[in-house]
């Protein structure tokens, strides 16, 4: 083949062909989940968010909030090529909503000092303006709570928006201090009926908006992993009393009172040693249920939770010669 040219988006061979770069394919976008595919917590269901209350994770690497009233919120199918959206529906004395994602400093830190696109497809029944804005994280991934942030806000603009899902950009100047991660969040005013609707998600290295990158659905679902892990099937809300599939089974109590005891490998290395909480597959409590669904057993966490695997066991109530099961889940968000 002649000899080649590069160009901005690839390199230009003298036939008029064009390669893309490395850097025009495979992770582009910073944004993890921006297409809504993924969510553990939820598995499609309603979530409320409470007003007033602190940021709360919805679907994968992003969460919401609210003031005023509370809202609704929730992964919905939307028209083709998308195949998921994500979508609040207003409430009566609502004064406010915002959606954001926290992206951690190590995915984010070769930004720093440049220019970057953030794109994202966005509808609205009621209200006109939808505003953006860009912070960075004062400390490396620190970032606060809603009421205490500790984050400097890089830039903020606004999207005049209408009913039909469109998609609008904006360049971003990162300064050169933002190296400790980025946080994003999308915010409307009183949002007191219809619908807001949020897709395609996608910041960018460089001055000018791509097509929204889709990476393989098992490439994806890991990298959401290394914040949010679950023992629950992915099609499975996370819930007390949510079933026994996918739960993990103990090693038999070989003793009345002690030795159930069951280890769980994470799906992938978490980004910290994670939260882990422990969910109940028959009852509505966090205890362990014994295989053949007569009784609970105390859990305990030991002391060998790490970023890859956790040990659990059963304290007491064991029954010689019976398994126990019990859902986990381990979070190490932003």
């Not at 469109?166 to 980025?182: D, E, F, H, K, N």
């Not at 005891?261 to 909480?277: D, H, I, L």
């Not at 509505?284 to 066991?313: E, L, M, Q």
Request: charged letters at 10%; a neutral charge; glycine letters at 8%.
């Amino acid at each position: 083949m002649p000899l080649s040219i590069h160009g901005t988006n690839g390199i230009t061979f003298n036939d008029g062909s064009i390669q893309a770069s490395r850097a025009a394919v495979g992770f582009r976008n910073r944004v993890y989940n921006g297409a809504f595919r993924i969510d553990q917590r939820n598995a499609g269901a309603a979530q409320t968010f409470t007003a007033g209350a602190a940021l709360a994770y919805c679907v994968d690497r992003f969460y919401g909030y609210c003031t005023g009233a509370n809202v609704t919120g929730q992964q919905v199918s939307v028209s083709s090529p998308n195949e998921f959206a994500y979508r609040f529906t207003g409430a009566a004395s609502v004064t406010g909503i915002g959606f954001g994602t926290r992206l951690e400093a190590t995915n984010t830190r070769d930004l720093a000092g440049s220019t970057a696109t953030l794109s994202v497809e966005l509808a609205n029944s009621v209200l006109t303006t939808v505003t953006w804005t860009m912070f960075y994280a004062n400390s490396a991934d620190a970032f606060g709570t809603l009421a205490s942030p500790t984050r400097t806000q890089i830039a903020t603009g606004t999207f005049t928006v209408n009913s039909t899902l469109t998609r609008y950009s904006t360049q971003v100047s990162i300064p050169s201090a933002a190296t400790t991660g980025l946080e994003i969040v999308f915010t409307v005013g009183a949002q007191t009926s219809g619908t807001w609707t949020i897709d395609n998600v996608q910041l960018e290295a460089g001055s000018s908006a791509t097509d929204f990158e889709r990476r393989p659905i098992g490439t994806e679902l890991a990298l959401c992993q290394r914040y949010y892990a679950k023992t629950f099937p992915q099609n499975v809300a996370v819930a007390q009393n949510a079933g026994v599939t996918g739960a993990m089974s103990s090693d038999y109590a070989y003793t009345n009172g002690a030795g159930a005891v069951a280890n769980w490998s994470f799906p992938v290395v978490m980004r910290a040693t994670p939260t882990v909480t422990s969910y109940n597959p028959t009852q509505s409590n966090s205890n362990w249920r014994n295989s053949t669904n007569t009784a609970d057993a105390n859990r305990n966490f030991n002391s060998t939770v790490g970023d890859s695997s956790i040990s659990v066991r059963a304290d007491t109530n064991t029954v010689s010669g019976v398994a126990y099961l019990i859902h986990l889940t381990a979070e190490s968000e932003l």
